[in-house]
């Protein structure tokens, strides 16, 4: 495929400091270098033969593809985020910033302390949508490369030199007050508006357990540290808990094949969670069976494994 060049979003003569001569170099000489190198790239990589090249040869496209991608992506945001006077932030941006760094100031001393860290080096600083946690984080990469898996950048600063040398030579710090000072907050919120419209990745979908109470470890970790009285239950297969070495701490480990057997020791009124080695069926079996032979069952998601993946307490399974 060819990537289509994208016209300069915001406009040069505008700009607060910073000169139509550094943006029309920028545009022309990086970002559309990117692009026609992507295009270059990704027209080599069509015309090969995948039986005949060898693996290196790909490898080192697909690397330099990734990076032109990215470049392009990158500075199609970078002009994006400027034309505005940086101060007026809307309300729905500014009570994000609030949310998830304190408030605007925070997010602007982190983010411009960033940029410094890149000043006399190359790199970006982004502003980033993570629809996996419904939330904003401000990042530096020191190339093309190192982005967020699955999160949305929407304002981006561009730390390589080319980006301010013509205005400011070595003098980064002026340069990054002058980003500042023409952000454009409004189309810095449509972009947030548009990101937190990204569905998070897929939960863990259980259908067959659909209608068993579930507590995450994290909440049977509250739980045990407040003090209630519970009773938990490993309830791993026999043949599993032969290798298995640790167990989590106040948990009894009961045969799940002999449910009849031990039923009769659990108390009815202290809630029961139950769990098995990742949490998929044997745990959630043994909540139901509770459940029906009327005790305040539940499950812990994500099973022995998850608890250790927090951290949680084990001792010693003999
Ligand atoms: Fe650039």
Redesign the pocket.
Known sequence: MQYHLAPLFCRPWTLNGITPRLIES?YEG??GSALRRLNAITEELDALDPATTSAAVVNRLKRDEAAMLNSTLL?EL?FASLGGDGRAVPETMAAALARDFGSTDRWRQQFIALAEALAGGSGWVLLTYVPRDGRLINQSGADHGQNIAGGIPILAL?M?E??YHIDFGANASAYVAAFMRNIDWTAVQGRYEDATRVAPPRPLEQKQFAGVPAMTVEQVRALLDSGERVQIIDARPRHYTTRAQDIMEGAVWRDPERLDEWIGELSKTDPVVTYCVYGFHVGCETAIALRKAGFDARYMAGGHYAWKAIGGKVRLFE
């Open positions: 920028h990086n970002y500075h970078y561009d390589y080319h980006a």
